[in-house]
């Protein structure tokens, strides 16, 4: 099992960027998919973006390709999610987890999240 700890989040302007990290637990983090997701208040948690166990193959939601950049560090057991051009309705909570890249959903359980807050 991997326990998850996300860190990063905080209040920016928008246009500004964000560069969260995941730090992960456990010696088999290199074997999973890894992927970010976010819940917005009165929300449903959504996908954000996912990278291979190798770091060679990424897939990201509509509303954030292009902005959004996500990639892992197997040795350092972390995978980051650099964000840019934040807009408000980027404001949540930010969650990773182990995913399953085929069908982008999560399989493991999720950390405490990190609050990214978006000004207008």
């Known amino acids: 099992q991997v326990q998850l700890v996300e860190s990063g989040g905080g209040l920016v302007q928008a246009g500004g960027s964000l560069r969260l990290s995941c730090a992960a637990s456990g010696r088999t983090f290199s074997s999973y998919g890894m992927g970010w997701f976010r819940q917005a208040p009165g929300k449903e948690r959504e996908f954000v973006g996912a990278?291979?166990?190798?770091?060679?193959?990424?897939y990201y939601a509509g509303s954030v390709k292009g902005r959004f950049t996500i990639s892992r560090e197997n040795a350092k057991n972390t995978v980051y999610l650099q964000m840019n051009s934040l807009k408000p309705e980027d404001t949540a909570v930010y969650y990773c987890a182990a995913t399953d890249i085929a069908t982008r959903r999560p399989v493991s359980s999720w950390g405490q999240g990190t609050q990214v807050t978006v000004s207008s």
């Open positions: 990278v291979s166990w190798s770091g060679g193959i990424t």
